[in-house]
């Protein structure tokens, strides 16, 4: 197949860059189509370790085409500073093989001054942002005020727009949020520098996917967050923003629905999350803490501590359904190693009621108790396994159940953090 999507299958984190670096090395074209700075995505790569925000995943990889698409939010002080950080590390060495879209959006101080100011403000109530103003700037996205950064072409109309925006945000800031306002000239004076470095990037990315698709080059669409945080479809209002799913990619990148071939949906071999929101499966205690230390389950963009619960095969159903996955990639099998027993969520109940489903009442999934399915663990170091036949016979079982419980292949199973530590059943590229 020659166009391959990407996603999070759960609450974020599962291990998408990992993946992307793996399957980048057959595609030709690595595309980010919605989410910002609020993604956070780990490569490891002869020992070095990248954690990339706004670049695709596939820059570690000479000569590979890098697109932020048009349905990302992107804040162009962090995009710089992620672009001069892969250079001094002697990555993306060609500009022009960093393409960004002049209809993403334009993440602002602003942005980010609200989004904290809100959160402290929610209390108990906060959702748990990553602070980096992703909701806000979606916001000004829909509300028409956003800026893009086709705006930057023409840098006097520029300036009056911003002006405007900051003069509205300073007052919603001061009088509504009771916070400190920000400090216009100083903006306007980043936003200048910003313009002259970025502007060599800036490209019609949709119609360089068009003719990509067209010539019958391998793309390859890096989602960012998960399924279970996707504004429609997540646990809302403990959520990102943006569509997380593949549906977000011909809004985000451009391409027609018919041309995406093949979904690989990522998930751990157990569940994490960072932020606020209902978690059926989550452990609490001594088995949370060891896995979160054994998997390294701090996150990548903010530091905090990730939230550890069991696989859950009920919202991972629900993420197939919702991404039509040809595929799944399960990762961080390694981190299972020595637990005994291991448990899969099956199914929910409340009182005498039991679904298979998250139910229609989304409230409830915060209520529920998950029914568990118990299975023997292994004690064998499984990090140098290439192939299925490599894994202990209770490994391969703990494997196969998911997919019986998925109703899914599984495409790919990740046994450590490093590109080489993988198991590729099927390469969809390949495919
Ligand atoms: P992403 O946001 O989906 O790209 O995932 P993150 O990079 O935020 O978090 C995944 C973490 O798990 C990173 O630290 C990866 O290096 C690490 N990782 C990925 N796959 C594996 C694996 O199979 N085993 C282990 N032990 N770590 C992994
Ligand atoms: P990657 O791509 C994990 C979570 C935040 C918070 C909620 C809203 O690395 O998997 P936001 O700043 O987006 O408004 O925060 O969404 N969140 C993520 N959690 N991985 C991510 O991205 C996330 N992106 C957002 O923790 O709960
Ligand atoms: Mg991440």
Redesign the pocket.
Known sequence: MKTVAVV?AQW???????V?DLLAADADVIVRFQGGNN??????VDDE?F?LRLVP?GALHAGKVCVVGNGTVVDPIALMEEVDGLKRRGRLRDDSLLKLSYDAHMVMPYHRAIDHAREARAGSRAIGTTGFGIGPAYEDKMARTGLRFDDLTDFSAFKEKLERNIRDKNLYLKTLLKAKPVNGREILEQMSKVRTRLRRYLCDTAALLHEAVKAGRRILFEG?H?AMLDIDHGTYPYVTSSNCGACAIFGGAGIAPGELEAVLG?SKAYTTRVGAGPFPTEIEGKLANMLRE???EF???TGRPRRIGWFDAVLARHAIRLNGMWGLAL?????LTGIDPLRIGTGYKMRAQSYAEIPPDRRLLAKVKPIYEEMPGWREDITQARSLSDLPANARRYLERIGELCGVRLAIV????SRE??IVIENPFLA
């Open positions: 999070g974020g984190d599962e291990g998408k860059g990992k992307v993604a956070a995505h780990t490569l490891v370790k954690i995943a960012a998960g990522i054994e998997g390294a996150g990548s963009a990762t961080k099998l390694d981190v990740s046994v450590g953090a530590a993988t």
